[in-house]
């Protein structure tokens, strides 16, 4: 069979889970940082498709920008990548398991943050900024979404990141349970293109967007962090608890555990 079942995947993530959390630093941080272009590599993607379609067709223009930003993380799970919302699921899942403890979530979570910063922050600079692909042409694109995201108070944004690693979570999640790349890839488009859609908030994509106009003259870096913060927060819920939680308990919890819940 080429599909594995709910519950075959929430083994295979738990397993993934463990993996991730026994990663040396080095790797850890060379993934992550790979991660973080790619991600931003979709986000400049989005941005340049979106900006050709005439602004009458804005709203198809958005469409098309969410319909290609899944490259991102198509290169991050199959040709590899640490990326921090999907890990906001996996490690979680894999210490509702008993598997890990909290300290190695912990030491993962920040060393691909920082790794998955650095990735963004380079593509933002080097490709965004030195080479222009934000500005010029596509400085109004880039100033807008920036803008919407940064606007948003911490509520607001909060929710938002919930809404947006629940999707991307799921994009995860459906990656294992095809055992082929085509229908990887087709699992993990759809929720992706949702979100982005959507216009929910990802912290890996805003640490992009959010300095490609910082770097063009705009917004602030005292900006960036609140966005962050909010958006980290709402992520980590979206990812540990409305994905990793709910079929950890679903499917992950022991027979006789689960007899006890009854």
């Not at 931003?40 to 498709?49: D, K, N, P, R, T």
């Not at 859609?197 to 300095?211: D, E, R, S, Y």
């Not at 709402?234 to 990793?244: D, I, M």
């Amino acid at each position: 069979m080429s599909v594995n079942t709910p519950s075959r995947i929430t083994e295979l993530v738990i397993e993934a889970g463990t993996r991730k959390a026994l990663l040396p630093a080095r790797a850890i941080l060379i993934l992550g940082f790979l991660a973080g272009a790619f991600i931003s590599l979709g986000f400049l993607l989005a941005i340049h498709v979106s900006t050709m379609i005439p602004a009458q067709w804005a709203s198809f223009g958005t469409l098309l920008g969410a319909a290609v930003f899944p490259i991102g993380l198509i290169l991050v799970i199959l040709a590899g990548g640490e990326l921090l919302t999907g890990n906001m699921m996996s490690l979680p899942l894999a210490m509702f398991a008993g598997r890990i403890r909290l300290r190695a979530v912990a030491r993962n979570w920040t060393l691909v943050t920082l790794a998955n910063l650095l990735g963004a922050l380079f593509v933002a600079y080097c490709f965004g900024h030195l080479l222009g692909l934000t500005e010029g042409a596509y400085l109004g694109k880039t100033l807008a979404s920036a803008t919407s995201k940064v606007s948003a108070d911490f509520l607001h944004a909060f929710v938002s990141g919930i809404g947006c690693n629940w999707l991307v979570c799921l994009a995860v999640w459906l990656s294992y349970a095809s055992r082929e790349m085509s229908g990887k890839i087709l699992g993990i488009w759809f929720p992706i293109m949702a979100f982005v859609a959507i216009g929910f908030q990802h912290v890996v994509a805003n640490m992009f967007l959010i300095p490609a106009a910082i770097f063009a003259g705009y917004l602030s870096w005292g900006q960036l962090l609140e966005n962050l913060a909010a958006v980290f927060l709402g992520n980590a819920v979206g990812g540990a608890f409305f994905v990793g939680l709910a079929y950890y308990v679903s499917y992950g919890v022991p027979a006789q555990e689960q007899g006890a819940l009854r």
